[in-house]
């Protein structure tokens, strides 16, 4: 396997699955990213690919050459709506795409081309989750009851 980033494009735009990609690199030894930069990914205690690490590849912005940017914003929200003295924390949302910019010229060489990065999003995008929005056939009963930090006080 002679370039691992096209590699990945290529089986997954080929088919396969990201959990079937993660385990074709690992089988092939190619390193994880955390291998590569210690310091900053610090030490990972499995030897094998992630999902989440060929899923953070096939969506990177920066392989097609084309810089973006509002893809993500932080917005300030309350602790506890109950009690607003605990102030606020920082979460990260995601944008919609068409809030996105992206720029016309290239912002560096391409490490793969613009159609497999699309084709990859598409593809993941149609994919999605199976049992995401699927009812359940009975009632699921908190084990934790009036202990819930959620508050679902036994239900859901």
Known sequence: MADP????????IGGKGIFAVAEGLTRNGIAR???????????RAGIAWSKGAVR?????PCYPGYQEWNR???????????NVALGHAQ???CNPEEKWG???????????GKEDCELA?????????????????RN?????????PTGCAGGG
């Not at 980033?5 to 997954?12: K, P, Q, R, V, Y």
């Not at 993500?72 to 109950?82: A, G, K, N, Y």
């Not at 999003?121 to 056939?137: C, D, I, P, V, Y």
């Open 56 to 60: 953070a590849i096939l969506t990177n």
């Open 91 to 93: 979460k990260m949302l």
């Open 102 to 112: 992206i720029a016309e010229r290239l912002a560096h060489p391409p490490i793969t």
């Open 72 to 82: 993500q914003r932080t917005d300030e929200v309350l602790i506890d709506v109950e």
């Open 33 to 43: 990213p955390s291998q590569h930069d210690r310091e900053r990914g610090g030490p």
């Open 5 to 12: 980033l096209s590699w990945i494009f290529a089986e997954f």
């Open 140 to 148: 699921r009963v908190c084990p934790l009851r009036e202990a819930c």
């Open 121 to 137: 999003r598409a593809t993941l995008a149609g994919r999605g989750s199976k049992t995401q929005h699927r009812q359940h056939a």
